[in-house]
Every structure is written in C-alpha cells, then in structure tokens.
C-alpha cells in the first residue's frame, strides 16, 4: 500500500497554488514498524529509519526531480486519477546485513531534501509488507513505486 501524507498533499498545494519552490531533490528513505507512517507523519523523525551501515546512508536514497527519476507522471480520466512512478531504487548490503543492527525496513518513505534528515517531511510512504533484512551483498529492490491522486 502507498499514500500521501496530508503534509505531502500540502507541499503540492504550496508548490502549484502558492508558487513556493520546490526540493530539488527528493529521497527514498527506509524506516521500521516502531512507528508506521499514516497520512498525519510530517517529518521523519515522526518515524524511526534503520541504522546506517552497511550500504544504507542515513537519509536514504537520493531522487532527482527529472525524468529519469520520476519516468511517468499519467492522467488517467477513465479511472479519475492522476499517477507518478518511481524509478527503481536499489540497496545493496555492504559489509554485513543491512541494516546494519536494529529492527529490519517495513515502509519506505519519500521526503524532500532538508539539511537536517530528521526533519525532512514526509511526503509519501509504502508499506513493504514485512520487515526486511537483506543479508550481505544481497540487495533490496523497490521497482515501480506509484503514488495516485484520486478523489474519493
């Protein structure tokens, strides 16, 4: 399951009705099932990221805002929605497992790009379905990671 957060929905409104820039890179961060991210998580400290190590940079993994990162961005008016995709975003434990101690990745989390990690919002989660550990040089791949904007 993915979704915004109301602070993801806000960021758009403020970008498109509000003219405020923005991030100009995004990044794909993993955190554990301590605290799941719902639609009211603002910042990533609201959650609780696996440990650096091991091939995982705290912060996770950077998103450029382009094409090639986010590669489609649809309409889709027989299903009333609009749709981003991701790109395919990889982690390969280096080292020892990854994380490197602590409890596995269970969401992935999309934020933008504040200098200070712990307070980078959040924009968008995915539920990876269990917590993943990924053992030495193994890696953990999250291919066609969507959002939709619906109306309900």
Request: hydrophobic content about 40%; overall charge negative.
């Amino acid at each position: 399951m993915a979704g915004f957060t109301n602070r993801g929905k806000k960021l758009i409104e403020d970008v498109y009705f509000r003219g405020a820039t923005p991030p100009s890179t995004f990044y794909m961060a993993l955190v554990t099932s301590a605290a799941a991210p719902t639609a009211d998580t603002n910042v990533l400290s609201d959650l609780t990221e696996i440990a650096a190590g091991n091939g995982y940079t705290s912060g996770g993994l950077a998103v450029a805002r382009n094409g090639t990162d986010f590669p489609t961005l649809t309409e889709d008016d027989t299903n009333d929605l609009s749709k981003v995709i991701i790109k395919d975003l990889v982690w390969t434990a280096a080292g020892g497992n990854l994380p490197a101690s602590g409890s596995g990745a269970r969401y992935a989390v999309l934020i933008d790009d504040n200098a200070t990690v712990g307070s980078r919002q959040v924009i968008a989660y995915f539920d990876l379905a269990s917590a993943r550990t990924i053992s030495d040089t193994q890696t953990l791949t999250l291919s066609t990671c969507d959002l939709r904007l619906t109306e309900s």
